[in-house]
């Protein structure tokens, strides 16, 4: 079983305010992911990151950050919250560095900006 | 750049009919192929993996996918649906660094 977990699990909050939504792993995997999920959407990946200290911007542009200052933990940060941020957040880990890996993913934060 | 299309964003089987969900990818080289189930309020976790050692891949839960090049596709099938089978199920393509994922098709079993 998939060790990697994601709080807060809902998150219901005003316009304007920062979060940040936390993503860890057990798993000691190097590589790990931000997707944002839409009804009726494919996955867009929003961050990646190699290794510490490694991030990327993924395919879909986004006003959030992240940062990678250990293996285990990749939180992704918004810094003033919009209604267009609603949506669910997924991360992910997988091994090694290629598309070939499988990806172990994270319950989701089902995010609502009011 | 990898594409995968799948075609139906919403299935219903009847209980203990085929399942089919079609996935087709876009690639210059044969990719690593994935299917992913997502049951409600839980992340995708991994069904089967395509790797090139065999084209019939078999996975969790009773299905298979089979890899037909001359057709660029990576159809999921179970013989006998079950009302847990009720999921979302995405199709994936990993090439060289990044994976690219379907729209998703929910699956619907009805009793």
């Known amino acids: 079983e998939a060790d990697i977990y994601q709080t807060p699990r809902y998150l219901v909050i005003g316009t304007g305010k920062k979060i940040t939504l936390e993503c860890s792993q057990t798993?000691?995997?190097?590589?790990m992911y931000w997707y944002q999920q839409d009804p009726g959407m494919e996955l867009h990946l929003i961050h990646y990151?190699?290794?510490?200290?490694?991030?990327e911007k993924g395919d879909l542009s986004s006003e959030s950050t992240v940062s990678r200052i250990r293996t285990e933990h990749f939180p992704l940060t918004l810094e003033s919250a919009r209604p267009s941020h609603t949506s669910q957040y997924l991360c992910?880990?997988?091994?090694?560095?290629?598309?070939?890996?499988?990806?172990?993913f994270g319950p989701g934060t089902r995010l609502t900006v009011l | 750049a990898q594409s995968v299309t799948q075609l139906g964003s919403h299935v219903s089987v009847s209980e203990g009919a085929l399942v089919l969900l079609r996935c087709n990818y876009s690639?210059?080289?044969?990719?690593?192929l994935f299917w992913y189930v997502q049951y409600p309020n839980q992340g995708l976790q991994l069904l089967l993996k395509?790797?090139?050692?065999?084209?019939l891949v078999k996975g969790i839960n009773g299905f298979e996918a089979e890899f037909k090049k001359s057709e660029t596709s990576f159809h999921l099938t179970k013989p006998s649906a079950h009302m847990s089978d009720a999921a979302e199920y995405f199709c994936?393509?990993?090439?060289?660094?990044?994976?690219?994922f379907g729209i998703g098709t929910k699956l619907q079993v009805i009793p």
């Open positions: 690639s210059s080289v044969p990719p690593y």
């Open positions: 994936a393509a990993g090439g060289y660094q990044k994976v690219t």
């Open positions: 992910a880990s997988s091994e090694g560095t290629s598309g070939g890996g499988t990806q172990y």
């Open positions: 990151s190699y290794g510490v200290n490694s991030t």
């Open positions: 395509y790797t090139s050692a065999a084209t």
């Open positions: 798993m000691g995997h190097d590589k």
